[in-house]
């Protein structure tokens, strides 16, 4: 099975700020990886797929960058509205996510 | 706008069993690959089962294996995951989720709760 690590597990940080999180696979997974946000209490959201694809309405301050084992999403200027847990998932191997970041306010 | 609204979830025994549904609108149920997706209280995500658009493909993750099973009533744009022999690790909030082209879900639920407990 595909194993899927992000770090770090959680970051503060203030407004304004550029935030990269990291996510690596146990093996390659080609560019077959997507990016969600969840708020408490709600359903996750699709950020990017394919790895740097902006999903439906997504604002343009995220990215997401890198194919086979190491990839990362980043938000160029953090929004209040962007503080939240962010997922990434691989869909090469079947489906599998990583445990998430806890983006909170510095 | 793509809705999915599931239902089904409750307080249930160990060993026992839950039917989920969840009801699709908003776009051609019978063209996209369907899954459900759980959460624990507190913890990450991690996905259950996905089912072919003719229903004729299904996969389940390990954990599920034996005790789970996913339909679909494309007639009634409806998703189900019967769940049999539930166990304590079973409780978690159970999401529908549509796959996008790859695997990856563009679109979700609200979630139901399943909370196995005597």
């Known amino acids: 099975d595909v194993q899927m690590t992000q770090s770090p597990s959680a970051l503060s940080a203030s407004v304004g700020d550029r935030v990269t999180i990291t996510c690596r696979a146990s093996q390659s997974i080609d560019s077959e990886l997507a990016w969600y946000q969840q708020k408490p209490g709600k359903a996750p959201k699709l950020l990017i797929y394919k790895a740097s694809n902006l999903g439906s309405g997504v604002p343009s301050r995220f990215s997401g960058s890198g194919s086979g084992t190491e990839f990362t999403l980043t938000i160029s200027s953090l929004q209040p509205d962007d503080f939240a847990t962010y997922y990434c998932q691989q869909y090469r191997t079947y489906k599998m996510f990583a445990q998430g970041t806890k983006v909170d306010i510095k | 706008e793509v809705h999915l609204v599931e239902s089904g979830g409750g307080l249930v025994q160990p060993g026992g069993s839950l039917r989920l549904s969840c009801a699709a609108s908003?776009?051609?149920?019978?063209?996209?690959?369907m899954s459900w997706v759980r959460q624990a209280p507190g913890k990450g995500l991690e996905w259950v089962a996905n089912?072919?658009?003719?229903?004729?493909?299904?996969y389940f993750a390990d954990s599920v294996t034996g005790r789970f099973t996913i339909s679909r009533d494309n007639a009634k744009n409806s998703l189900y995951l019967q769940m049999d022999n539930l166990r304590a690790e079973d409780t978690a909030m159970y999401y529908c989720?549509?796959?996008?082209?790859?695997?990856?879900?563009?679109?979700w639920g609200q979630g139901t709760l399943v909370t196995v407990s005597s």
């Open positions: 989720a549509r796959d996008c082209t790859g695997g990856c879900f563009d679109n």
């Open positions: 908003g776009f051609t149920f019978s063209s996209h690959w």
């Open positions: 089912i072919k658009e003719d229903g004729t493909d299904k």
